[in-house]
């Protein structure tokens, strides 16, 4: 058995979840911010206020920060 078979390795190293990386992204000062539901098709019966709310991006809330972060870091 050659002497390297013996030496310890690090596990390699876990790859971010790719659909996670194209919704969310973290904000300076450590928030997840993920685009809005609902914003894609029948927007003729949706109020002009009601889209421009949708349009901006919200801040995920904590039932779900634990699952996008262990995602975001894999």
């Known amino acids: 058995m050659p002497v390297w078979a013996n030496l310890k390795r690090p596990m390699p190293k876990m790859k971010t979840h790719s659909g996670t990386k194209k919704r969310f992204r973290k904000t300076g000062g450590g928030k997840l911010r ?25 801040e995920v809330s904590g039932r779900d920060r634990k699952r996008v972060t262990e995602l975001m870091h894999k």
């Open 34 to 58: 993920a685009r809005h539901s609902f914003t894609s098709h029948n927007l003729g019966k949706k109020s002009a206020q009601r889209k421009r709310r949708l349009g901006r991006p919200v």
